[in-house]
């Protein structure tokens, strides 16, 4: 009777423990997704006019502004990068394009031209931060956090100059025409929601479709092996800065209408929220990878947060940005070691 061979290597348990090992993995990723579903049931369980459609509404609108910001930062940090200015950025543009709209309204009138000039110049702002942010990391060799830290105070300072430490007003005629940017509706869906959903369907396709979107993870991944495959790790790191100032001035386009004004406090903490909002979806902290559902569905879910404490007065409402640090530091946690 022949012997079994001790060599042979056990062919048992290795093909059960791969798709395991698989479905663990998928569950995983939708992590953020079932984590936002869940919170959604112990929402409606606890207040049931959680789920109503003003309500449902009045989240995806309020989501729209940071997750439009966080699309963009989701490209920063997959590239390695991070800009903790763009509460300050939106803050500053606010303002500069209220004094812009309110000075052309005296010669154009309070009309369409004024607005439109009033929106390029809030995206040209943007990008011009964006720019200035990339040059200096990557031409001056600086540490992306000790930039934007400074320009964060730069910007607030600079807006509190311009405002007098008080508030710039936007003109009553020019507040009227430029309200439906935010009160306004598409077959019943708000148009902050509707720019929100477009711009990260693009940001997606731009991420996952495109050669630049490779390259912009390359560099996450590493970036002296990205160099030596030829690619412009410097141009594309400053696109990348560029593209999350334009998404800072479009959720500033959107976000004016709704007060009319722009004070030293607005956009504060704008960015807690979208460095959470992207990291809560999946992208990892030190770069080389993520998704931009993820961003979207971990803007969703903080928004989603703060509408429960609201909703339920579980605890106080000044404790939301408590709230949100705990969620950034418990993700942090679980992506230890993690690319």
Known sequence: ?????????????????????????????????????????????????????????????????????????????????????????????????????????????????????????????????????????????????????GTLGIYRAVLTYLAQGGAISLDQGVGDRYGPVYYGSVLGIPIPILVFTAVALLGGL??????????????????????????????????????????????????VPRLGSATPSTGLLWELEAIAAVIIGGTALKGGSGRIWGTVVGAILLVTIENVLNLTNIISVYLNAAVTGFVIIGVAFFQRGRR
Not at 116 to 121: K, T
Not at 233 to 246: E, S
Request: glycine share 10%.
């Open 1 to 149: 009777m022949s012997q079994p061979d001790p060599r042979a290597v056990p062919s048992g348990p290795a093909p059960a423990a791969a798709p395991a090992r698989a479905v663990l993995t998928r569950v995983a990723s939708l992590g953020p997704l079932l984590g936002l579903l869940a919170l959604m049931v112990v929402a409606t369980l606890l207040n049931h006019d959680f789920l109503t459609v003003a309500n449902l509404s009045n989240v995806l609108t309020r989501a729209a502004f940071s997750g439009i910001i966080a699309v963009g930062m989701t490209f920063v940090i997959i590239s390695g990068g991070i800009d903790l200015s763009v509460g300050s950025m939106a803050a500053l543009i606010a303002g500069s394009m209220i004094l812009i709209m309110n000075a052309l309204s005296t010669t154009l009138g309070p009309g369409v031209l004024t607005i439109a000039l009033g929106m390029l110049a809030a995206l040209a702002i943007g990008a011009l931060a964006g720019l200035f942010h990339g040059t200096v990391i990557t031409r001056g060799r600086i540490e992306p956090f000790i930039v934007t830290l």
């Open 206 to 255: 731009i991420l996952n479709r495109t050669r630049y979107g490779r390259y912009v993870q390359a560099i996450g991944s590493s970036e002296q092996v990205a160099r030596y495959a030829a690619i412009d790790v410097t141009g594309i790191k400053i696109l990348t800065y560029v593209l999350l100032g334009v998404c800072v001035g479009l959720a500033t386009i959107l976000y």
